[in-house]
Nanobody, 120 residues
Framework: VQLQASGGGLVQAGESLRLSCAASGSIFSINDMAWYRQAPGKQREWVAAITRDESAHYADSVKGRFTISRDNAKNTVHLQMNALKSEDTAVYYC???????????????WGQGTLVTVSS
């Protein structure tokens, strides 16, 4: 199983970006999907999560600006980021709890990270 993240880049403060993450491999089912981020010199922090039935949850720092969504048919999760701030600059990682065809139960997988840089 692999998670491939994309969509990062350099934007100005106030602009928007949309991150995507696609899961591939011998997938039976995907449970919760989430985005985390790690800013330079800081620990990785949770940003947003979405359950399989599309119940979304957000960190206070992004609530009202970011929207997480998923497409269960395509095994993808997206993060729409609006009104970006310089403090949103970080490497963004997708995370998913995936049940492989040959396994009993799910386990966590991580994407490779995509860099978001917001200039002020």
């Amino acid at each position: 199983v692999q998670l491939q993240a994309s969509g990062g880049g350099l934007v100005q403060a106030g602009e928007s970006l949309r991150l995507s993450c696609a899961a591939s491999g011998s997938i039976f089912s995907i449970n919760d999907m989430a985005w985390y981020r790690q800013a330079p010199g800081k620990q990785r922090e949770w940003v947003a999560a979405i359950t399989r039935d599309e119940s979304a949850h957000y960190a206070d720092s992004v609530k009202g600006r970011f929207t997480i969504s998923r497409d269960n048919a395509k095994n993808t999760v997206h993060l729409q980021m609006n009104a970006l701030k310089s403090e949103d600059t970080a490497v963004y990682y997708c995370n998913a709890n995936i049940w492989k065809v040959e396994d009993i139960g799910g386990r966590d997988y991580w994407g490779q990270g995509t860099l978001v840089t917001v200039s002020s």
